[in-house]
Structures are given as structure tokens and as C-alpha cells.
């Protein structure tokens, strides 16, 4: 009943722009901070982004800051992350998360976050 379903993924040339969506149901979205994670193969999982429950704040990981933007429209239960000036080493496995009772300050980390997607594939590649 709980179900967190990342789209959008795909194979976008180097300089390039993607829009990742996740879709929530059976979740009060707004009562939950949003995170989206990546994780290239052999490597850690890392924080890209977070998001407040009403979207008033948000962080970054340094090497996104500028090109990717989270935002939510918690009347749909999805969040979104706008990628833009994609580069080779974007490329990953995206995930979105949520977490209750965590605030969004500096970028997230996994153990916060209580609820996970299965992920959505992203290849940046000429």
C-alpha cells in the first residue's frame, strides 16, 4: 500500500536535461521531508537533495548545486528533480525517498529517510 514509484530516467547526451518524477501513494506527502539519492555501480550511495514537507527549504550536494532543483506538489503526492547540464558522472541509479521527523539541512542521508523507490535508471553518454 506504501509505494514510492521514481520515472524519467534515460539516456540524455552530456550537457542535456532530464526531469525525474517520484510518485507517493498511501503517504500524507506533506508530513514527510523528500530526498533524492543516487548510486553508480561499485560506488556509494549518495545525498543529492532534500526537501522540506511544504517545499520551504532545500539543500544540495556541492557538485549538483546550480544544475539539478527539487521541488514537490504534495496535491499530486510527487516530487520532482530537475536535472539540468548533465555530465557522465551523473550517471547513476536515482532514487527518492521519504523521511518523518528529519528536517532538510544539508544534504541528505540515507538512514534518515524511512521509505525508498526502486529507482530509475539515468545514463548520461555521447
Known amino acids: 500500500q506504501l509505494q514510492l514509484v521514481e520515472s524519467g530516467g534515460g539516456l540524455v547526451q552530456p550537457g542535456g536535461s532530464l526531469r525525474l518524477s517520484c510518485t507517493a501513494s498511501g503517504f500524507t506527502l506533506e508530513n514527510y521531508v523528500i530526498g533524492w539519492f543516487r548510486q553508480a555501480p561499485g560506488k556509494e550511495r549518495e545525498g543529492l537533495s532534500c526537501i522540506s514537507g511544504s517545499g520551504e527549504s532545500t539543500d544540495y550536494l556541492d557538485s549538483v548545486k546550480g544544475r539539478f532543483t527539487i521541488s514537490r506538489d504534495n496535491a499530486k503526492n510527487t516530487a520532482y528533480l530537475q536535472m539540468n547540464i548533465l555530465k557522465p558522472e551523473d550517471t547513476a541509479i536515482y532514487y527518492c525517498?521519504?523521511?518523518?521527523?528529519?528536517?532538510?539541512?544539508?544534504?541528505?542521508?540515507?538512514?534518515?529517510?524511512?521509505?525508498w523507490g526502486q529507482g530509475t535508471q539515468v545514463t548520461v553518454s555521447s
Open positions: 525517498a521519504l523521511s518523518y521527523g528529519f528536517y532538510c539541512s544539508g544534504v541528505p542521508t540515507f538512514y534518515e529517510y524511512n521509505y
